[in-house]
């Protein structure tokens, strides 16, 4: 992968995030986590067509982006960090519709433009 230079802290975090979400096992492990809005352990092999070294190995790459928390192996149990979805949340919408643009229907934001 390329470098960027002058990229903010900001920015490396979210790419970080996004790689780690670019896989869709990751993006279905965090909706079900994000589901069931709990501790989870090792149900999640359960509802992927993974072998568990698979789902742990995701987990793994999710846990170093921030995005869940716990232990993972054996008997982990992890959930979502509700401070890194936050965070995710307000740097989408910061970077989709700064203060300075008018985001609502007929608002004058217009795509492409």
Same mark, same amino acid.
């Given at each position: 992968?390329?470098?960027?230079?002058?990229?903010?802290?900001?920015?490396?975090?979210?790419?970080?995030?996004?790689?780690?979400?670019?896989?869709?096992?990751?993006?279905? /492990? *965090?909706?079900?986590?994000?589901?069931?809005?709990? =501790?989870?352990?090792? +149900?999640?092999?359960? #509802?992927?067509? $993974? !072998?568990?070294?698979?789902?742990?190995?995701?987990?793994?790459?999710?846990?170093?982006?921030? /995005? *869940?928390?716990?232990?993972?192996?054996?008997?982990? =149990?992890?959930?979502? +960090?509700?401070?890194? #979805?936050?965070? $995710? !949340?307000?740097?989408?919408?910061?970077?989709?519709?700064?203060?300075?643009?008018?985001?609502?229907?007929?608002?004058?934001?217009?795509?492409?433009?």
């Amino acid at each position: 992968m390329k470098l960027i230079e002058g990229l903010t802290a900001e920015e490396e975090r979210a790419a970080a995030i996004f790689r780690a979400l670019g896989n869709p096992a990751r993006v279905r /492990i *965090i909706t079900e986590l994000a589901r069931r809005n709990a =501790c989870v352990t090792g +149900d999640l092999v359960d #509802v992927l067509p $993974l !072998a568990q070294s698979t789902v742990s190995q995701h987990l793994k790459v999710l846990k170093e982006a921030g /995005i *869940i928390r716990g232990s993972i192996g054996g008997e982990g =149990c992890y959930c979502l +960090d509700p401070d890194v #979805v936050r965070w $995710l !949340a307000n740097f989408c919408t910061d970077v989709c519709c700064p203060p300075e643009a008018s985001c609502a229907p007929g608002g004058g934001a217009s795509p492409g433009g």
